[in-house]
């Protein structure tokens, strides 16, 4: 199965055996999601700031207030 990393994300925010993959190997977890090597990565760098910017597709960080 191929997935977005938005998609895995809501999955790991939703799906307690996801979840439970993912904390035991993440490395493992985000393969058999199909994530890109890109986007595990990305995730697997616990970066906020480059999870956001590859989520929202933009180099501008959020800044908490609304516009």
Do not use: C, H
């Not at 999955?11 to 058999?32: G, H, R």
């Amino acid at each position: 199965m191929n997935m977005t990393l938005k998609a895995y994300m809501v999955l790991l925010a939703t799906d307690n055996n996801y979840l439970t993959d993912f904390v035991a190997d993440p490395e493992i977890a985000a393969q058999k999601a199909g994530l890109s090597r890109e986007d595990r990565a990305v995730l697997l760098s616990g970066n906020p700031r480059l999870i956001y910017s590859t989520l929202v597709g933009s180099d501008e960080w959020w800044t908490g207030e609304t516009r």
